[in-house]
Each structure stands twice: as structure tokens, then as C-alpha cells.
């Protein structure tokens, strides 16, 4: 069992910039692959980008450039670093914590609004 705490989101103006955080608890957090998703109103939930507990990264070819995604595992804690923010990454952000055998757990979500 996981648990899936986010915080960091809020209100920003565009080109601004915001860093997410998703702090886990309950289990051996560094064999999890880790990943950020976000769910604007009225479209499905997307991956945004995804690291490997060896933190091998990949990101959506939409955030390439502007975001990037990290870990630490001493601190059971994932990042998302957001730059050059745009109105269209307006959304919540939800972290999520996968392992084939052991499962997957979602946070409960943080808004993440970029508008002037």
C-alpha cells in the first residue's frame, strides 16, 4: 500500500513557473515507477511524464523543453518542475505511483491554474 500526497499547485500567470511535489508513505517507494498526469474539465485524464526508480525519464512531447520531472528516494518525495507555463497546462495534477506486481496507487490531485 501507497499513499499519495501532492502539494504545490496554485495560480500562476503565463511563462510562469510552479513545482509540484508528491510525497509517498506506506512502502518501498524507490522500486516504484513514478509519473505525473493531469486531467483538464472535459477531457481525459493524460500522462504527462513518468520516471523509473533507476530515474530514467520520458515527458509528453507537448511539455518537452519546459518541464521536467525528478526523484529523490531518500525522501520518498517525486518533483515536477513546470516552466514557460502556458493557459493549456491548466489542469489537475495527479501523481501516481505504479509496479507491476505490487500495484498502483493515485494521489488526489492538485490544481494547477495558468491564467492572467
Known amino acids: 500500500q501507497v499513499q499519495l500526497v501532492e502539494s504545490g499547485g496554485g495560480l500562476v500567470q503565463p511563462g510562469g513557473s510552479l513545482r509540484l511535489s508528491c510525497a509517498a508513505s506506506?512502502?518501498?517507494?524507490?522500486?516504484?515507477?513514478m509519473g505525473w498526469y493531469r486531467q483538464a474539465p472535459g477531457k481525459q485524464r493524460e500522462l504527462v511524464a513518468r520516471?523509473?526508480?533507476?530515474?530514467?525519464?520520458n515527458l509528453v512531447d507537448s511539455v518537452k523543453g519546459r518541464f521536467t520531472i525528478s526523484r529523490d528516494n531518500a525522501k520518498n518525495t517525486v518533483f515536477l518542475q513546470m516552466n514557460d507555463l502556458r493557459p493549456e497546462d491548466t489542469a489537475v495534477y495527479y501523481c501516481?505511483?505504479?509496479?507491476?506486481?505490487?500495484?498502483?496507487?493515485w494521489g488526489q490531485g492538485t490544481q494547477v491554474t495558468v491564467s492572467s
Open positions: 501516481n505511483a505504479y509496479h507491476g506486481a505490487l500495484g498502483e496507487y
Open positions: 520516471i523509473t526508480g533507476s530515474s530514467t525519464t
Open positions: 506506506g512502502s518501498i517507494f524507490s522500486v516504484y515507477a
